[in-house]
C-alpha cells in the first residue's frame, strides 16, 4: 500500500503547531522508546530524525501521512518523559509543551498512543503517563514496542504483564523487522475517529 509521509514543522508552543485542522495521532512515551523510529517504520522511509542517545527531541515534530486511500492524519512525536538530562528543567518543558499541545484537544481531533518498551513492563513512569493519558479528553492506547529484542517466552510472559497492568491489549511492534506494524496502523487509522468516554 502506498504510504505519503512529509515533516510538516517543529513546534516549541501553541504558535506553531499546524491549524488545518487534520486528525492528529501523538506518539508518547519515554526517552528511548523508539518514537522517531517507530514512524520511520510506519512510513518506510527516513523523516524522522533518530538517534541512540536518548532525549535528542525537544520539540513537538509534526508528520503528515496517508496511507493509501485513507484520509492524511498527522504523526506526531513528542518529546520522551523520564530521561534525567536537563532534570527538573527538561521535565518543566515537556510538561509545558504536552499541556499546550493536548489543550487543543477540545477542537482538535487528537488522538494519544503511550509507546512502552515490551523490554520493561511496569516501569512507574509509564504506569503515571498511562494515567495521564487517559485523564485526557482524547482517545488512547498503549503500544509496546522492541518486540525483536524479546525472546519468544519473554515475548509472551511480558504481553500478559502489560495488558494486566494496562487492563487492554498492548499489541506488540517492531521497527526493526516491521512487526506488528500492520495492526498499528489499523489502530492509528481508528483512534481519532473514536470519541473520548
Given at each position: 500500500m502506498k504510504i505519503e509521509a512529509e515533516f510538516v514543522t517543529s513546534a516549541a508552543g501553541a504558535g506553531d503547531f499546524p491549524r488545518d485542522r487534520l486528525p492528529e495521532v501523538a506518539l508518547v512515551g519515554r526517552s528511548n522508546v523508539g518514537k522517531s523510529s517507530l514512524i520511520n517504520a510506519l512510513v518506510r522511509k527516513p523523516v524522522a530524525r533518530t538517534s541512540a542517545a536518548p532525549g535528542k527531541t525537544r520539540l513537538a515534530?509534526?508528520?503528515r501521512?496517508?496511507?493509501g486511500i485513507s484520509p492524511p492524519l498527522y504523526l506526531v512525536d513528542l518529546p520522551?518523559?523520564?530521561y534525567a538530562r536537563g532534570g527538573d528543567m527538561a521535565a518543566r518543558?515537556?510538561?509545558r509543551l504536552a499541556e499546550a499541545y493536548f489543550a487543543r484537544a477540545v477542537e482538535q481531533p487528537i488522538a494519544v498512543v503511550l509507546l512502552v518498551d515490551s523490554r520493561h513492563p511496569g516501569l512507574e513512569s509509564d504506569v503515571d503517563a498511562w494515567a495521564w493519558a487517559r485523564s485526557l479528553p482524547c482517545p488512547s492506547a498503549v503500544?509496546?514496542?522492541k518486540v525483536d529484542k524479546l525472546t519468544r517466552?519473554?515475548?509472551t510472559?511480558?504481553?500478559?504483564?502489560?495488558?494486566?497492568?494496562f487492563q487492554q491489549p498492548v499489541p506488540?511492534?517492531?521497527?526493526?523487522?516491521?512487526?506488528?506494524?500492520d495492526a498499528l496502523w489499523k489502530k492509528i487509522a481508528n483512534l481519532p475517529r473514536q470519541t473520548a468516554e
Amino acid at each position: 500500500m502506498k504510504i505519503e509521509a512529509e515533516f510538516v514543522t517543529s513546534a516549541a508552543g501553541a504558535g506553531d503547531f499546524p491549524r488545518d485542522r487534520l486528525p492528529e495521532v501523538a506518539l508518547v512515551g519515554r526517552s528511548n522508546v523508539g518514537k522517531s523510529s517507530l514512524i520511520n517504520a510506519l512510513v518506510r522511509k527516513p523523516v524522522a530524525r533518530t538517534s541512540a542517545a536518548p532525549g535528542k527531541t525537544r520539540l513537538a515534530n509534526f508528520y503528515r501521512v496517508q496511507r493509501g486511500i485513507s484520509p492524511p492524519l498527522y504523526l506526531v512525536d513528542l518529546p520522551g518523559y523520564g530521561y534525567a538530562r536537563g532534570g527538573d528543567m527538561a521535565a518543566r518543558e515537556f510538561n509545558r509543551l504536552a499541556e499546550a499541545y493536548f489543550a487543543r484537544a477540545v477542537e482538535q481531533p487528537i488522538a494519544v498512543v503511550l509507546l512502552v518498551d515490551s523490554r520493561h513492563p511496569g516501569l512507574e513512569s509509564d504506569v503515571d503517563a498511562w494515567a495521564w493519558a487517559r485523564s485526557l479528553p482524547c482517545p488512547s492506547a498503549v503500544i509496546g514496542t522492541k518486540v525483536d529484542k524479546l525472546t519468544r517466552t519473554l515475548r509472551t510472559r511480558h504481553a500478559r504483564e502489560l495488558e494486566s497492568l494496562f487492563q487492554q491489549p498492548v499489541p506488540l511492534v517492531s521497527a526493526v523487522n516491521g512487526e506488528g506494524l500492520d495492526a498499528l496502523w489499523k489502530k492509528i487509522a481508528n483512534l481519532p475517529r473514536q470519541t473520548a468516554e
